[in-house]
């Protein structure tokens, strides 16, 4: 785990992301960042380097540090969404679209802690990618129907219109959370404050180190 | 003179399934967008899951009904989509001339095609994006190749310029089971298209329809 800064909270994040976000940004410009599939021999290799703790080799390109983070995403037991927590998200996404917002960052306080950074870690970086869409390519939409897919829970159904319904629902949720990850950090510090107040003893060092 | 065949005394509806397989952001929608509407989306947009579109078409007398499958490139869908393929009497497989990786997972998909229907189906690899041919990654000859070797039907395609897209419509079409293409000579559905040297560029104005690539 690395502390890494979220607005004005520090956060916890498995080192790997960091380390892969760290490659993605020398060329956050590619077409198809996040979309595009990369070389598997060569992502094979930055696993095992990752899994070693090895460094990073210097000729990994953005797309397929993109790819392999999408690829930690699905290996997260339990998904980044786990499936009891899932379902809230679910209901969140069925509201009014003025209320999305405000309904989602009621359920990402329901995510276990660790879950909960790295939501907020990856959101914000996702967002600076599709701020970057005029050449990417990559708007909030195109980032959302490829990164759903590796932070729900898989759904399966034989049903065609069920699975395409879930698909939009789980892309609606995705999508909102790129585009108002600003929020979700304030959001945080707001609850670690409340929490200090409430007991000073917590203090919000104390209170990450006991779930790290 | 319309010959029915026995099987279809009433002249009911053929109906075919095609599923579209592939890397992602290869071109699979724009080509099915091509065939169906004529036009190009100069946005780039990400396939969400899976997706169907009909047409009906008329070829050689006889009237089909052709389900076209869009499936997106997305890993999380790869589990769904044998079914896909389960239920298909045509697999097109499409790649990137200007991305070598999407040419070499093509293999993969062929396998996957073939390992859920044998040789009861027609295969046919795509090389997409041949306006973009000052980023060509894939040589023609090697694709013909390969495609030779996996005995599957092979065309270059832009689906941006709509350059050889109906006559990979066509080409799957002639090679379709109870359709003999030699049956008449009159081809009434796909008028043949005298292939250009270049593809035509499209007159539509947008900054996405710069020839450019980033290699």
């Known amino acids: 785990m690395v502390n890494v800064q979220a607005g004005s909270s520090t956060i916890q994040v498995p080192k790997v992301f960091r380390i892969l976000i760290d490659v993605v940004k020398t060329n956050m410009k590619t077409e198809g960042l996040f979309r595009v599939e990369g070389r598997k021999t060569k992502e094979k290799a930055i696993v095992e380097t990752l ?17 392999v983070i999408k690829k930690f995403l699905r290996n997260i037991s339990g ?11 679910y209901e ?4 009014a679209p003025t209320k999305i917002d405000e309904a989602l960052q009621l359920c990402v ?13 990856l959101m914000e970086f996702f967002n600076e990618v599709t701020k970057q869409s005029g050449s990417n390519k990559m708007t909030s939409q195109n980032m959302a129907v490829v990164v759903a897919p590796n932070i729900f829970p898989e759904f399966k159904s034989n049903d065609l ?24 950090p304030t959001v945080l510090a707001a609850l670690t404050n409340k929490l200090e107040t409430l007991n000073e003893e917590v203090t919000s060092k104390s209170f990450y180190k006991c779930w790290s | 003179m ?10 009911n509806l053929k109906k075919y399934k095609l599923v579209f397989l592939g890397e992602q952001s290869v071109g699979k929608t724009s080509m099915i967008t091509r065939f169906m509407y004529d036009s190009f ?80 189906v027609v295969v046919v690899l795509v090389g997409n994006k041949v306006d973009l041919e000052s980023c060509r990654e894939v040589p023609t000859e090697k694709a013909e190749k390969l495609a030779k070797e996996l005995d599957v039907l092979f065309i270059e395609t832009s689906a941006k310029c709509s350059y050889n897209v109906k006559q990979l419509f066509k080409r799957i079409a002639e090679a379709l089971p109870d359709l003999d293409p ?29 020839d450019y690539c980033f290699c």
Do not use: C
């Open chain 1, 109 to 121: 306080l329901l995510l276990p802690l660790r879950n909960l950074h790295l939501m907020v870690y």
């Open chain 1, 79 to 89: 998904n980044l969404i786990p499936t009891d927590i899932s379902q809230w998200f």
């Open chain 1, 161 to 184: 219109q069920v699975q395409l319904e879930m698909s939009n629902l789980t892309l609606t949720i995705t999508k909102s959370l790129i585009e108002h990850q600003r929020d979700l």
């Open chain 1, 51 to 67: 899994d070693k703790g090895d460094n990073m080799p210097d000729d990994v390109d953005a797309i397929e540090a993109a790819s």
């Open chain 1, 92 to 95: 969140a996404g069925k509201v």
């Open chain 2, 2 to 11: 319309i010959t029915l065949s026995p099987k279809n005394p009433n002249h």
């Open chain 2, 41 to 120: 989306d100069p946005n780039y947009q990400a396939t969400i899951g899976i997706d169907f579109l009909s047409k009906t078409i008329y070829f050689h007398d006889r009237t089909v009904r052709l389900q076209l499958w869009d499936t997106a490139g997305q890993e999380r869908f790869r589990s769904l989509i044998p079914s896909y393929i389960r239920d298909s009497q045509v697999a097109v497989i499409v790649y990137d001339i200007t991305n070598l990786n999407s040419f070499e997972l093509t293999t993969r998909w062929i396998e996957d095609v073939r390992s859920e229907r044998g040789n009861q």
């Open chain 2, 182 to 210: 030699d049956r008449h000579e009159d081809n009434n559905w796909l008028q043949e298209v005298t292939l250009e040297t270049k593809p035509k560029k499209n007159n539509q104005k947008d900054d996405n329809n710069k």
